[in-house]
T-cell receptor, first 113, second 110 residues
Framework: DAGITQSPRHKVTETGTPVTLRCHQT?????MYWYRQDPGHGLRLIHY???????DKGEVSDGYSVSRSKTEDFLLTLESATSSQTSVYFC????????????FGPGTRLTVL | ELKVEQNPLFLSMQEGKNYTIYCNYS?????LYWYRQDPGKSLESLFV?????AVKQEGRLMASLDTKARLSTLHITAAVHDLSATYFC??????????FGTGTSLTVIP
């Protein structure tokens, strides 16, 4: 299995506070992704990265920003958390080619009160 | 807007029986993926289907892709309890934008 970790694994925060989730992979994968999983919606792509400093928006990017300064790290930031961002967040990565199986991290459960 | 629809959403089946999960999608794509998720866990890749007519099998699971019909199937043969999980299909339309179905929750009962 690809070595992908996420931190923190659980977080409870209050509305309006900034939150950063970290994804770290040890496979030297070029592509990394952030998803959120909500009941009835499956997984929805928030942002993805196709290389260091190269990122793009996904299906549900409003309210989220990302950064990738190193191949192994992909950060997801909620600038001002809202209750609608309560969710389980998964990071994934894949090597070349991009249309290959994605390896998923263990997930982060975020609760915004 | 791309839609990926799975049916059924919930499936309860007896051990030893066969069943098929369907995944329909609304736009052209030659690439479709199947994943498994156990409760409270992450997703595990099952199959990557990269062309029309692709068929892949692993144990009691077999996946196929018909890009003309925009349909993929995941067939379960002689179900066993260990197959109880939620199964997701996902479609890739540009090489890096993945759209997931809502999942099929499978329960295999003795």
């Amino acid at each position: 299995d690809a070595g992908i970790t996420q931190s923190p694994r659980h977080k409870v925060t209050e509305t309006g506070t900034p939150v950063t989730l970290r994804c770290h992979q040890t496979e030297n994968h070029r592509y990394m992704y952030w998803y959120r999983q909500d009941p009835g919606h499956g997984l929805r792509l928030i942002h993805y990265s196709y290389g260091v400093k190269d990122t793009d928006k996904g299906e549900v990017s409003d309210g989220y920003s990302v950064s990738r300064s190193k191949t192994e790290d992909f950060l997801l930031t909620l600038e001002s958390a809202t209750s609608s961002q309560t969710s389980v967040y998964f990071c994934a990565s894949t090597g070349l080619p991009a249309f290959n199986e994605q390896f998923f991290g263990p997930g982060t459960r975020l609760t915004v009160l | 807007e791309l839609k990926v629809e799975q049916n059924p959403l919930f499936l309860s089946m007896q051990e030893g029986k066969n069943y098929t999960i369907y995944c329909n999608y609304s736009t052209t794509s030659d690439r479709l993926y199947w994943y498994r998720q156990d409760p409270g866990k992450s997703l595990e890749s099952l199959f990557v289907l990269l062309s029309n007519g692709a068929v892949k099998q692993e144990g009691r699971l077999m996946a196929s892709l018909d890009t003309k019909a925009r349909l993929s199937t995941l067939h379960i043969t002689a179900a066993v309890h260990d197959l109880s999980a939620t199964y997701f299909c996902a479609v890739d339309i540009s090489g890096n934008q993945f759209y997931f179905g809502t999942g099929t929750s499978l329960t295999v009962i003795p």
